[in-house]
């Protein structure tokens, strides 16, 4: 789709591109009529100024918006670290927003954005954002998504992939013992990767032939994990268990130690993201180690290459993963 521009808005409306300019910058010295003419063809071609339109001409800000959820500020600091380095080499500085599930409204960030007139934006996408995406695509930011594979003209992503992480470690377990029977832990705090290593796990069971959900639902008369895990880590129809975070995997363990269960003999347990706490427990974790300050300094140099007008030729940047085997698995 061709991008509206103030120039579209300026033909629209049959004025120049200064007075659609001073109509965007709210100045006083435009008559009525005129301002009127000008909004009606905003409306019409569905034009969203950028910082360029409004009243900053053709310089760059040299400022990058980092949009990231509340909820996942644990597991950012890489990404951070990463977004930073790479944005220093290139003179960018990077403005942090937040976003709080249910209690910020994303327009409310999205004008914040726009506001601080900066000259892309990056997300870290740990949940599904599909209105979030179609809001920002509406401002015509050069964008790059962190955590989730999806690209079109003004869209890039760098990820990895979780579905397939899961899907082979699953594969490979029912494959070594048909007595394996695993399943993925529910993650209430992210919806979008449960989503993602339920589709691996389910892909695994089906190409081996096998009926099951491969899902553990947390009910909601559970407050927290390791309540449930407490009342029923003993009659679980699983023996391996993959978790999100390493607080559910803790919790599964603590609970699986209360009731008499050894780990791994009676139960393999795996936690997704490798996190500090997973050497530091007893037994030591088996987990999967995300390349975190990989993700955040191949997005900024993806971004710069967008914001310059570069070639990017991968559009779906995806970054490998390692699996660590530790005491937690046999």
Not at 5 to 19: H, N, R, W
Not at 78 to 95: E, H, R
Not at 132 to 148: A, H, S, T
Not at 265 to 275: A, F, R
Request: glycine share 4%.
């Amino acid at each position: 789709m061709k991008r509206v521009t103030i120039y579209d808005v300026a033909k629209e409306a049959g004025v120049s591109l200064a007075t659609v300019s001073r109509v965007i910058n709210g100045l006083e010295i435009v008559r009525e009529e005129t301002r009127v003419k000008v909004e009606d063809a905003i409306d019409k071609l569905g034009y969203k100024p950028n910082a360029v339109a409004q009243g900053l001409a053709l310089q760059k800000t040299t400022t990058i918006a980092l949009l990231v959820p509340e909820a996942s500020f644990g597991y950012t600091g890489q990404i951070i670290n990463g977004l930073i380095d790479v944005a220093k080499i290139y003179k960018y500085n990077i403005m942090l927003h937040t976003m709080t599930e249910g209690i910020v409204d994303i327009k409310d960030v999205i004008d914040d954005v726009i506001k601080s007139r900066v000259d892309g934006v990056i997300i870290y996408n740990d949940k599904l954002m599909d209105q979030e995406l179609i809001e920002l695509n509406k401002y015509q930011f050069p964008i790059v998504v962190i955590g989730n594979r999806m690209s079109n003209q003004q869209i890039s992503s760098v990820f990895v992939d979780i579905e397939k992480a899961v899907y082979e470690l699953t594969l490979q377990k029912l494959q070594q013992d048909k007595k394996y029977r695993v399943a993925v832990i529910q993650d209430r705090k992210n919806d979008f990767t449960t989503a993602q290593m339920r589709s691996g796990i389910q892909q695994a069971y089906k190409e081996m032939g096998i009926e099951d959900e491969g899902y553990i639902e947390i009910p909601q008369e559970y407050r927290r994990s390791y309540d449930y895990f407490l009342d029923n880590i003993e009659n679980l129809d699983y023996n391996f268990l993959i978790a999100n975070r390493d607080s559910q995997a803790i919790s599964a363990m603590n609970a699986a130690h209360e009731r008499g269960l050894s780990i791994p003999d009676d139960l393999e347990l795996v936690c997704l993201i490798d996190s500090k706490y997973n050497s530091m427990v007893r037994p030591r974790l088996s987990s999967f180690a995300i390349p975190s300050y990989d993700l955040g300094a191949v997005a900024m140099r993806v971004l710069t290459k967008m914001l310059n007008e570069d070639e990017v030729e991968d559009k779906e940047i995806e970054l490998s993963y390692l699996y660590t085997p530790r005491q937690s698995t046999k």
